[in-house]
């Protein structure tokens, strides 16, 4: 095979360069812009009440979570809202109170226009195996198209950066032999 010239590699190693640091561009911002949450926060897989799992599990029975029920566009703090199955989850939203949860009234319940949660998290026990069973991830349903494009952009990456070194290895003259697995001693 010709070796390669070094101005062909500096454009290769500078090509492949930019395209991972765009790729770690586009999945650092759609981490910090919350796109990555929204889409594993996405609708309600089951009938209840939205709520920011993290804000309520200081709640005890004594000291209750009281959560104002409405139709926020986000549940910030104390606040809950009405979802039904299918419907998108409001942001920060992350896990749902089951209408089953309330109508049972042990862990948390409905008094007027507000949710008093006592019960947050609990150690429960299925099939042999403890678990910490809270609200937080439940009652959720994830965007189906947000694992192909994370698993997308994993490829993209992989491939840029294997790419970029070569392109790094062909500009300092290193020449690596290839394992031939399929071929005889």
């Given at each position: 095979?010709?070796?390669?010239s070094?101005?062909?590699a500096?454009?290769?190693?500078?090509?492949?360069?930019?395209?991972?640091a765009g790729?770690?561009?586009?999945?650092?911002?759609a981490?910090?812009?919350?796109q990555?949450?929204?889409?594993?926060y996405?609708e309600?897989k089951v009938?209840?009440y939205?709520v920011?799992?993290?804000?309520?599990?200081?709640?005890?029975k004594?000291?209750?979570?009281?959560?104002k029920?409405?139709s926020?566009?986000?549940v910030?703090?104390e606040?809950?809202?009405?979802?039904h199955?299918?419907?998108?989850?409001?942001?920060?939203a992350?896990?749902?109170i089951?209408?089953?949860?309330?109508?049972?009234g042990?862990?948390?319940?409905?008094?007027?226009?507000?949710?008093v949660?006592?019960?947050p998290?609990q150690?429960?026990e299925?099939?042999g195996?403890?678990?910490k069973?809270?609200?937080q991830h439940?009652?959720?349903?994830?965007y189906?198209?947000?694992?192909v494009?994370?698993?997308?952009?994993?490829?993209g990456?992989?491939?840029t950066l294997?790419?970029?070194?070569?392109?790094?290895?062909?500009?300092?003259?290193?020449?690596?032999?290839k394992?031939r697995?399929?071929?005889?001693h």
């Open positions: 095979m010709a070796e390669v070094r101005g062909r500096a454009i290769k190693f500078c090509f492949w360069t930019l395209a991972a790729l770690i561009f586009v999945v650092a911002r981490y910090t812009s919350g990555m949450a929204a889409w594993f996405y309600a009938d209840g939205a920011n799992a993290r804000s309520i599990m200081h709640a005890t004594e000291a209750p979570a009281v959560l029920v409405g926020f566009d986000s910030d703090g606040r809950a809202v009405l979802v199955k299918g419907d998108r989850l409001p942001a920060n992350t896990g749902v089951g209408a089953d949860v309330v109508k049972r042990r862990r948390a319940k409905l008094e007027a226009d507000t949710l949660v006592t019960i998290w150690i429960a299925k099939s195996f403890k678990f069973d809270s609200f439940k009652g959720i349903e994830t189906p198209w947000g694992a494009w994370n698993v997308l952009l994993t490829l990456l992989g491939l294997g790419y970029m070194a070569e392109g790094f290895t062909d500009l300092l003259g290193i020449k690596l032999e394992i697995h399929f071929e005889g």
